[in-house]
Nanobody
């Protein structure tokens, strides 16, 4: 079955860094674009970054441009999110998902990122 397992979150001070990982299974990972989303308390889920199936093309929401980097390893069926210069407003639960219509009902448990001094 389709499964996403996110990891790498934690508590970090403002200005710090974290690297999130998402291991995917149950579908053809190498032919799927992948995205990272986040959801802060009381807010709707937000698309943060996307990467094409081969990794050549990436896109970011304006608020994270220049600070976050999405990448992927198709051999490991894993997508990553390197987060630098973290801000308190980055605090949220982070999820990965292809973002396609077929995947809209498949979500992992997410990984909590808390940015606080």
């Amino acid at each position: 079955q389709v499964q996403f397992v996110e990891s790498g979150g934690g508590l970090v001070q403002p200005g710090g860094s974290l690297r999130l990982s998402c291991a995917a299974s149950g579908f053809t990972f190498s032919t799927s674009a992948m995205s990272w989303y986040r959801q802060a308390p009381g807010k709707e889920r937000e698309l943060v970054a996307s990467i094409s199936n081969g990794g050549a093309s990436t896109n970011y929401v304006d608020s994270v441009k220049g600070r976050f980097t999405i990448s992927r390893d198709n051999a490991k069926k894993t997508v990553y999110l390197q987060m630098n210069s973290l801000k308190p407003e980055d605090t949220a639960v982070y999820y990965c998902n292809p973002g396609s219509a077929w995947a809209r009902n498949y979500w992992g448990q997410g990984t909590q990122v808390t940015v606080s001094s």
